[in-house]
T-cell receptor, first 114, second 115 residues
């Protein structure tokens, strides 16, 4: 189908532990995969993105991995902190009726327990 | 520089009234998107403008919804004869014209409440 599946829908981890959120996509031609963080009542903010010509990208405590063969990509947050608590959305370019569209996953509510 | 600006930030109106929501994209961004986000839910695509091309209206949920983009910059989303199920946060995003594989930048949204 023309969608992006995101799991889990909720995730609770202890402060200092790692968190992993996974997404799968349907279109093998997808070439761009951004991740957004949305804190309560605020706008979604781009935190990291990856293009299909690389398999992994890191930015401090955040990393994204991409497996093009399996059509899935993951967000990894290490040494989690309370301010990491938010809803995270993955997205992927999907070809719909001949047009490229950025399709979002349903979101993961991440809670960091102190 | 300035980010995506949306107004009003909050709008409360009675069922059956029309509402207009405004979006000022980042200067120079040729692509503009409208999304709807119901409480605790994901981002529902509504409409997409790219330069002078015909907009992609495939996400509009009914003919009560329409949008315009004047002069390739400011956009207005209009909802006519509002219903309670229209209550949601309406988010606008813009990006450069380099293609769909460029990041979208979001505004703070308009929280619409229909009484």
């Amino acid at each position: 189908g023309e969608n992006v599946e995101q799991h889990p829908s909720t995730l609770s981890v202890q402060e200092g532990d790692s968190a992993v959120i996974k997404c799968t996509y349907s279109d093998s031609a997808s070439n761009y995969f951004p991740w957004y963080k949305q804190e309560l009542g605020k706008r979604p903010q781009l935190i990291i993105d990856i293009r299909s010509n690389v398999g992994e990208k890191k930015d401090q405590r955040i990393a994204v991995t991409l497996n093009k063969t399996a059509k899935h990509f993951s967000l990894h947050i290490t040494e989690t902190q309370p301010e990491d608590s938010a809803v995270y959305f993955c997205a992927a370019i999907i070809i719909i009726q001949g047009a490229q569209k950025l399709v979002f996953g349903q979101g993961t509510r991440l809670t960091i327990n102190p | 520089g300035a980010g995506v600006s949306q107004s009003p930030s909050n709008k409360v109106t009675e069922k059956g009234k029309d509402v207009e929501l405004r979006c000022d994209p980042i200067s120079g961004h040729t692509a503009l998107y409208w999304y709807r986000q119901s409480l605790g839910q994901g981002l529902e695509f509504l409409i997409y403008f790219q330069g002078n091309s015909a907009p992609d209206k495939s996400g509009l949920p009914s003919d009560r919804f329409s949008a315009e983009r004047t002069g390739g910059s400011v956009s207005t989303l209009t909802i006519q004869r509002t219903q309670q199920e229209d209550s949601a946060v309406y988010l606008c995003a813009s990006r450069t014209g380099g293609g769909s594989n460029q990041p979208q930048h979001f505004g703070d949204g308009t929280r619409l409440s229909i009484l």
